[in-house]
């Protein structure tokens, strides 16, 4: 599992070497927080609608971008690369974990864990339900900034949502086939987020959460982290 979220400059490394324009960049638009998800003309991974630099984590990508970096670092770096299936996503966040947040079961013990919707957050967006704290940041942060969970593994929750490669299945904790790295339906019409992003509150940070997405949404809360196959 990465240890952080696919940064802005790897994904500029992918770019670069590719040409590869992501969707939002094809189509001229992507999602964006301004009091309320606004169809952003121009909006991209390149100006996601505040300040980013090179440790941030990219957002404004698609399901379908991540799975095109996912192939490029395949290629250059001869390994099986993939986005983690929602089972794999909710064991490397606990870490070992049964509580509510890999924290614990309290929201206010989370206090230096991730980048989430806090007080900062909620003077400028007032009304957002927040942590109770000040973490620093109202939108991204460099990744690494914060605890890293019992696995080496930073910003499990929060910071930005991560696409995993699941299809949705509101059954999901009525798994069909093996319990044991398990995997979601065979098709769909949504793939599955997880881990909250900057705009979440308590509610969106527990590590049970997960929400759909189609494919191709692109918003400046969600980005993704990749799994690397062991032979």
Same mark, same amino acid.
């Given at each position: 599992?990465?240890?952080?979220?696919?940064?802005?400059?790897?994904?500029?490394?992918?770019? =670069? =070497?590719?040409?590869?324009?992501?969707?939002?960049?094809?189509?001229?638009?992507?999602?964006?927080?301004?009091?309320?998800? =606004?169809?952003?003309?121009?909006?991209?991974? &390149?100006?996601?609608?505040?300040? =980013?630099?090179?440790?941030?984590?990219?957002?404004?990508?698609?399901? /379908?971008?991540?799975?095109?970096?996912?192939?490029?670092?395949?290629?250059?770096?001869?390994?099986?690369?993939?986005?983690?299936?929602?089972?794999?996503?909710?064991?490397?966040?606990?870490?070992?974990?049964?509580?509510?947040?890999?924290?614990?079961?309290?929201?206010?013990?989370?206090?230096?864990?991730? /980048?989430?919707?806090?007080?900062?957050?909620? /003077?400028?967006?007032?009304?957002?339900?927040?942590?109770?704290?000040?973490?620093?940041?109202?939108?991204?942060?460099?990744?690494?900034?914060f605890k890293a969970n019992a696995f080496g593994l930073y910003d499990m929750t929060g910071n930005a949502w991560q696409w995993s490669s699941?299809?949705?299945?509101?059954?999901?904790?009525?798994?069909?086939?093996?319990?044991?790295?398990?995997?979601?339906?065979?098709?769909?019409?949504?793939?599955?987020? &997880?881990?909250?992003?900057?705009?979440?509150?308590? /509610?969106?940070? &527990?590590?049970?959460?997960?929400r759909m997405e189609a494919p191709a949404t692109r918003t400046n809360m969600l980005g993704? &982290?990749?799994?690397?196959?062991?032979?």
């Amino acid at each position: 599992m990465g240890v952080h979220h696919v940064t802005c400059g790897q994904f500029a490394a992918f770019v =670069q =070497q590719t040409n590869y324009k992501t969707e939002a960049e094809q189509e001229g638009w992507s999602l964006a927080w301004n009091g309320g998800w =606004q169809k952003v003309e121009g909006a991209s991974w &390149r100006k996601c609608g505040f300040d =980013q630099n090179d440790e941030h984590p990219v957002v404004c990508v698609s399901w /379908n971008d991540a799975v095109e970096f996912c192939n490029w670092l395949g290629r250059t770096s001869g390994k099986t690369v993939r986005l983690p299936t929602e089972a794999r996503w909710e064991y490397a966040c606990r870490a070992g974990t049964e509580t509510m947040y890999p924290w614990g079961c309290r929201p206010e013990q989370g206090n230096g864990w991730c /980048n989430a919707a806090d007080m900062a957050a909620a /003077n400028k967006f007032p009304g957002w339900l927040t942590f109770k704290w000040d973490d620093g940041y109202v939108f991204t942060s460099p990744v690494g900034k914060f605890k890293a969970n019992a696995f080496g593994l930073y910003d499990m929750t929060g910071n930005a949502w991560q696409w995993s490669s699941d299809w949705y299945d509101p059954e999901l904790l009525k798994p069909k086939g093996p319990l044991t790295d398990t995997t979601g339906p065979a098709g769909g019409a949504y793939r599955v987020a &997880r881990g909250g992003g900057w705009q979440s509150g308590p /509610n969106y940070c &527990r590590s049970a959460v997960r929400r759909m997405e189609a494919p191709a949404t692109r918003t400046n809360m969600l980005g993704f &982290r990749v799994v690397v196959e062991i032979p």
